[in-house]
């Protein structure tokens, strides 16, 4: 599947975007991360010359809460134990990557030093690859009790949403609240029913993928911890998005960056900044020219091979 991953699109390119992959007819867009801003699209559709036709997904998740209080309440249920579970992952991972800092920190260098860092990163990378396990669990479980294709509602959205999607040419997902995006997006099974080039950036470019990592060093209460959110729609293998790159992360702190990229690898941790054009297949695959973290902390221009 071709995927073109944009940078932040506060200085639309998106109509020259698309111009450039030859693409001709109605395009499917997902503007759910916008919530209640869900359908003030109109300068996308001008991006778009007029052929935007919005799936609504947000919309049809308010629907689907409101005339299936049933499945309402199961999913609260769900929200309050994956948030339980957040919580507790935080709490292991901010010791992991204490101890992390700490070996680093130590004032000797060698062979040993360099073992007891990758030993601490090793670490932190069996507790993500843990937390991902275990939401993927609760998610299992919840699905398993309510099938979203037996309910009514959520089986008319989903039939409604594929048709959409077959006759579209590409499907644009724009950013906002990558939670509620990746939600809306599995639920009314996008993925599934895709079949057409997709365009995203920012949160939209995150929840595609196998793995959303959540991050922010330039936060009002200070840096913050990198974290696993939970998986996306895996269209997207082997690559973390990282938008708002220079603004969001510490990217002269080489240390930092190191253990960044030591954990997700070997996925690439692809900077998505203004202008950012990525095209890529799915399979983890950049072009040359793609900006990256490298594992030594420093900024890396993808070469040739």
């Given at each position: 599947?071709?995927?073109?991953?944009?940078?932040?699109?506060?200085?639309?390119?998106?109509?020259?975007?698309?111009?450039?992959?030859?693409?001709?007819?109605?395009?499917?867009?997902?503007?759910?991360?916008?919530?209640?801003?869900?359908?003030?699209?109109?300068?996308?559709?001008?991006?778009?010359?007029?052929?935007?036709?919005?799936?609504?997904?947000?919309?049809?998740?308010?629907?689907?809460?409101?005339?299936?209080?049933?499945f309402a309440a199961a999913e609260r249920r769900l929200r309050t134990v994956l948030d339980d579970v957040q919580e507790v992952y935080l709490l292991r991972l901010d010791h992991g990557l204490?101890?992390?800092?700490?070996?680093?920190?130590?004032?000797?260098?060698?062979?040993?030093?360099?073992?007891?860092?990758?030993?601490?990163?090793?670490a932190v990378r069996t507790l993500d690859e843990q937390h991902l396990q275990r939401i993927s669990a609760v998610h299992a479980e919840f699905y398993d009790r309510w099938p979203p294709h037996d309910r009514t509602v959520i089986a008319q959205h989903r039939e409604a949403v594929a048709r959409l999607l077959r006759d579209a040419a590409a499907l644009v997902v724009t950013g906002g609240h990558v939670g509620v995006l990746v939600t809306a997006m599995h639920l009314f099974n996008v993925a599934a029913a895709l079949d057409a080039p997709v365009i995203a950036w920012s949160a939209g470019a995150m929840a595609l993928t196998d793995r959303v990592v959540l991050f922010h060093d330039r936060s009002v209460q200070g840096a913050g911890n990198p974290e696993l959110y939970?998986?996306?729609?895996?269209?997207?293998?082997?690559?973390?998005?990282?938008?708002?790159?220079?603004?969001?992360?510490?990217?002269?702190?080489?240390?930092?960056?190191?253990?960044?990229?030591?954990?997700?690898?070997?996925?690439?941790?692809?900077?998505?900044?203004?202008?950012?054009?990525?095209?890529?297949?799915?399979?983890?695959?950049?072009?040359?020219?793609?900006?990256?973290?490298?594992?030594?902390?420093?900024v890396a221009v993808l070469e040739a091979a």
């Open positions: 599947m071709r995927i073109v991953l944009l940078g932040p699109q506060r200085t639309p390119a998106l109509n020259a975007v698309v111009r450039s992959m030859d693409l001709d007819g109605r395009f499917a867009t997902i503007t759910a991360g916008w919530q209640e801003r869900e359908p003030d699209d109109g300068e996308l559709d001008d991006q778009l010359d007029g052929n935007a036709v919005n799936l609504s997904l947000y919309t049809r998740w308010l629907d689907v809460l409101e005339r299936d209080p049933e204490r101890a992390v800092c700490d070996v680093q920190l130590r004032g000797d260098a060698g062979p040993l030093k360099e073992e007891a860092l990758t030993e601490a990163v090793e939970g998986r996306g729609l895996s269209l997207l293998r082997g690559v973390v998005p990282l938008p708002h790159a220079s603004g969001r992360l510490l990217l002269d702190d080489a240390q930092r960056m190191s253990v960044f990229a030591r954990r997700f690898a070997p996925a690439r941790c692809v900077l998505l900044e203004a202008g950012t054009r990525v095209d890529t297949d799915g399979d983890g695959s950049c072009p040359v020219g793609t900006r990256v973290l490298d594992v030594d902390g420093r």
